[in-house]
């Protein structure tokens, strides 16, 4: 009960900080109240998850939301005993000696990684995350959920927002599609590194490509250079697909004419230009680190038996080999949830949000306005972030759960793009209502 009551206590002031964010202020479409609700709502669904993970799948010891919220407690503790092992701990300055190995994390159960292909250990960030939390949570669980949830709800409307800037019309579609896909909502609101994703993702694109206020512009590289280095300790992936677009956009902002050879171009030189680096430096190999990142899924389904694992092609470190796999890459983004579909409500969901990444698009062109009236650079961000995320995830994660999980931060830019193609005067009068 004491856990509740805290739990509801930080709820309300942080509902009361969030109704008064700036962000709301130039949100077209959004008022304070909704804010509030769909915080509400992420907090339930946070705790939904907290659910799962307690009732349907009770393995605390390979629960995500639990793993690593336990494993903080080792690193909390060390705050009372020895305040300076504490913080190197936290910031990861002078930790990687044998004392630290011996006295803190040999008692954590997942610091360390069974598979681990070398490159850097998210589950770090974690844990770093749930010990902070346990200065305000004093070690109850559901206050996690909630600063989860008003991280992402944060994100999320900073998220909205910098696509607002580009989306004149069906901005109610657009709400929809950053806060309501299913695994979105359920995923996002949990105390998991998608929370930290969508703040990061958020306002880096409200950063770049959103509308900013000209007397803030000194804080831009500001927010800028905290969300590469919160992506990069995240999802380091998402940052590496965001990349190629976003300096795309920046260019046909600046030159709006033949966005398509602009985006052709960038990638063209932003994939060359990663060869060539591997090519010289190994560690840097991105063929190689996507190779080993295949490797490193396929080790771990085979040490912790799932019932959503499908068979990929095994991956070699040579460009031939990933343009063979990626006609099956992308199969196994957007459809491998059918093969899994029946096998309870979170497969449901999955597949559901399939279907819905087909067919949206296709609607959408079906009642397409003239491509001539398109907002082309931003039609092709989103295309080309959309694409180049379900390429790597479909080369390299053969369990259709983690799969879903990772194509959270491509779900928004799906319903983005239908937004920037369909024509709101094709559609049904109620539809157009509903969206607008």
């Keep these: 009960m004491p856990g509740i009551l805290l739990a509801i206590g930080w709820f309300t002031l942080l509902l009361w900080l969030l109704r008064r964010t700036r962000l709301l202020r130039l949100a077209p479409g959004l008022s304070p109240s909704m804010a509030g609700w769909l915080f509400a709502l992420k907090a339930l669904a946070g705790t939904a998850v907290w659910a799962v993970y307690t009732y349907a799948y009770p393995d605390r010891g390979t629960a995500d939301i639990f793993k690593y919220f336990d494993d903080s407690r080792v690193m909390h503790e060390a705050l009372w005993t020895r305040p300076g092992d504490y913080l190197r701990m936290l910031f990861g300055i002078g930790n990687d000696t044998p004392w630290f190995t011996d006295t803190y994390y040999s008692r954590m159960n997942h610091w360390v990684r069974r598979w681990d292909s070398g490159l850097h250990n998210d589950a770090h960030t974690m844990i770093r995350f749930n010990a902070v939390l346990r200065l305000v949570s004093f070690g109850h669980y559901h206050v996690h959920t909630v600063f989860a949830a008003a991280i992402s709800t944060w994100g999320s409307l900073a998220f909205y927002r910098a696509l607002a800037a580009r989306t004149h019309q069906l901005r109610r579609g657009l709400l929809f599609s950053v806060f309501l896909w299913p695994s979105v909502l359920f995923w996002s609101s949990g105390v998991l590194k998608e929370c930290l994703l969508m703040a990061g993702l958020g306002y880096l694109l409200f ?51 033949h ?57 070699e470190p040579r460009l031939i080999s990933f343009m063979a796999n990626a006609p099956h890459a992308l199969v196994n983004a957007f459809l491998s949830p059918f093969k899994v579909l029946g096998r309870g409500p979170l497969a449901g969901m999955g597949a559901l949000e399939s279907l819905l990444l087909v067919v949206l698009p296709l609607l959408a062109l079906w009642k397409r306005r003239a491509w001539r009236a398109m907002d082309t650079a931003a039609l092709l961000f989103a295309l080309s972030f959309i694409m180049l995320l379900a390429l790597l995830i479909g080369w390299t994660v053969p369990v259709v759960g983690a799969l879903v999980r990772y194509r959270v931060p491509m779900l928004p830019f799906v319903g983005w793009l239908a937004c920037l193609i369909v024509d709101p005067e094709r559609l049904p009068a109620s539809i157009r209502k509903l969206l607008n």
């Design 259 to 315: 966005a398509i050879k602009k985006y052709s171009a960038v990638l063209v030189a932003v994939i060359g230009g990663a060869m060539l680096v591997g090519a010289f430096v190994p560690r840097a190999d991105v063929l190689y680190i996507l190779a080993m990142k295949q490797q490193d899924f396929i080790g771990l389904t085979r040490e912790v038996p799932t019932g959503s694992a499908v068979v990929l092609p095994v991956l």
């Design 207 to 257: 950063a770049t490509i959103g509308s900013w206020r000209p007397e803030a512009r000194w804080l831009r590289p500001i927010v800028i250079a905290g969300c590469v280095a919160l992506l990069l300790l995240v999802k380091v992936y998402v940052l590496f697909c965001l990349i190629p677009p976003m300096i795309a956009f920046q260019w046909c902002r600046w030159r709006p004419d």
